[in-house]
Each structure stands twice: as C-alpha cells, then as structure tokens.
C-alpha cells in the first residue's frame, strides 16, 4: 500500500484533528451549561475554520504529491485524478 | 440564569455535536490509517456542513427567543442584541 | 407600499453594488486579456467578499426594521418573517 | 506571451462573467425599486455561487495547464506554483 500525500504531516494532522476533537466536546459542554448562544456560535466558526484549516493542508499535500504523481504518469491516471481534485475543491468552496 | 434561547432543541444539538464529535474521531481514524487525501477531504467536507447546520439551528433559535425578547424591550438592549446577532452571522458566513 | 428595510442604507447599498458590477466587468477584462489564472481567482475571491459585505448590510437592516416589526406583531407574520429569514441566513453561509 | 490556463474555456467564461455582471446590476436595479430584502438576498446568494462556478473552472483549468506544466518542469517553479495554487484555493474556501 501506498502512502498518502499527507504522509510527512500526518502528525501534525493527527494532533489538530485531536484539537478539533476536544474544541467540539468543549462546544457540547457549552450547550449543556446552556451557555449564551452567540458564545457558542462563536465556538461553531472557530471549529469551522480549525477544520478547513486541515481541509487546506491535505489539499496541498494531494496537489504536491497526489496529483503531481498523476500528471507526471499522465493519460487516464491525469485526468483521473485532476477530476476528483476538482471535484474535492468544489465540495470544500461550497461547505 | 436565563435559559438559552436554543433551550427547546438543547437535546438535539447535543446529540448533533456527539455525532460530529464523533465523525471527526472518525476522520482522525482515517488519517491513523493512511486512507486517500480525497476520502479525508470529502469526510471533512460533510463534518463541515454538519457543524454549519447546528450553527444554523442555534442561530434561529437565537433570533426567535433573545433577538425577540430585546426587540420587544427596545432601546439599548434591542440595539446591543442585534449588533451581536449580525457579527455572529457575518462570522459564519465568512467560516 | 412599505420601504424595505435598506432605507436607509439604499444610497450606500446601490455604490456598493455599483463597484461590485464594475469589478466583475474588470474580471472580465482581465480574461479577455488572457491574464494569469491566479491573478483573476483572486480577483474573483475579491468580490466574492465584496458581494457577501453587502448581503450582510441588507441581513443587518432585515433583522433591525423588518424582524424587529413581524417580532413586535407576533403571531403568524412572527414565524414567517423567522422563517424566511431563517432560509435566507442558511443559503449564505453555504453559498 | 504564453496564453492561460483557461484558454480553451475562455469563451465559456467570458459569456457567465457576462451573464454575473448583468445578475449584479439587476440586484442594484432590484434595491433601486426598493424590492424586499429577502428576494435581494436569495439574488446575493445566485450570483454568489454563479461567481464560485466561475472560480472552479478557472481553478480546473489552472491545475490542468499551469500546474501540470509546473509539475512536469520540477523544481523551484513546482514550488512555487503549487503554494500559489495552495493560496488562491485558501482564499476561495475562506471568501
């Protein structure tokens, strides 16, 4: 098996998903505490750019890696791949 | 204390952000594993959408209870509350 | 028939769109001059912003002068006007 | 001068900017004739996801010319082209 295009940042990945993790149990805390709702409002956009933060590094990672095996390999692989890139980017721009 | 406005859905946006909490270990689960960028991606994608419709629940819940109560009061509290209300939204839609 | 909740914004809010359809006309410009993709991507996330600046002006003056009055009718128009409002906040964070 | 990456779609593109900046002036002719929030704001949303379509397919293209060529050529312009291409998708994800 191969290994991913995030492989070199895996750690780092590993330990902001594991922020993540906790900043979500931290925001279910809040709620339970019914804590004022634009303070957990602003809890949810801090969580939301935390986690496009990872979205933006694995997306570089598949584009020096990934993509960059792809289009060097070229012909069906290429497109293949530059499809499903495009089509990660577009989900990611419209979350 | 005065409970929140999102007080009649505090057990669904609780058993939401369990979920999401769970689907980021989820994700963490991948990257342990060395699954493909763009499976990671896609996951982060619905987590994110995920987050944003508990983010849009609290928000109507906040505009039907505390947006309602300070319009009703009128004055400096009306005018707090709604200047309050719009940063909080100008951050989601930005995030 | 009733002014809208820009009223008082309306002078303001048109400049703005005003700028906002000369940019988009400038991007145009810049494709038809086969400019570098990057330089018009951010161009484009240039007015992206600029659009969501003034959704977020008319969402300001929506929730202070139209949801402030269906909130003080109660009733009925109360939940329609949350309702609508509702609808409208969600289609931005996701657009 | 070399031409963009979005050479071949570059009638395409030119005919949606066009169509966007006409969508722009219609929500200006809209506040103009003082139409109801809401109905300016679902506008705001259409053309703001009009826009992001026109990002994407630059976006596309970008990848499929720029930095396919980029990648093939290695180097110090592999480097620099995927952390342009890294910062212009930021900027769309954020905006």
Same mark, same amino acid.
């Given at each position: 098996?191969?290994?991913? $295009?995030?492989? %070199?940042?895996?750690?780092?990945?590993?330990?902001? /998903?594991?922020? =993540?993790?906790?900043?979500? &149990?931290? #925001?279910? $805390?809040?709620? %339970?505490?019914?804590?004022?709702?634009?303070?957990? /409002?602003?809890? =949810?956009?801090?969580?939301? &750019?935390? #986690?496009? $933060?990872?979205?933006?590094?694995?997306?570089?990672?598949?584009?020096?890696?990934?993509?960059?095996?792809?289009?060097?390999?070229?012909?069906?692989?290429?497109d293949t791949k530059l499809r499903e890139a495009s089509a990660a980017v577009a989900r990611l721009v419209r979350s």
């Amino acid at each position: 098996m191969e290994s991913p $295009g995030y492989a %070199e940042d895996k750690e780092a990945v590993l330990k902001r /998903l594991k922020r =993540i993790e906790g900043q979500v &149990r931290g #925001i279910a $805390g809040m709620v %339970e505490e019914d804590r004022y709702c634009i303070e957990v /409002l602003d809890q =949810i956009s801090a969580v939301t &750019r935390a #986690i496009q $933060g990872v979205a933006l590094v694995l997306l570089d990672d598949h584009m020096a890696h990934c993509i960059a095996k792809a289009v060097a390999a070229g012909g069906e692989e290429k497109d293949t791949k530059l499809r499903e890139a495009s089509a990660a980017v577009a989900r990611l721009v419209r979350s």
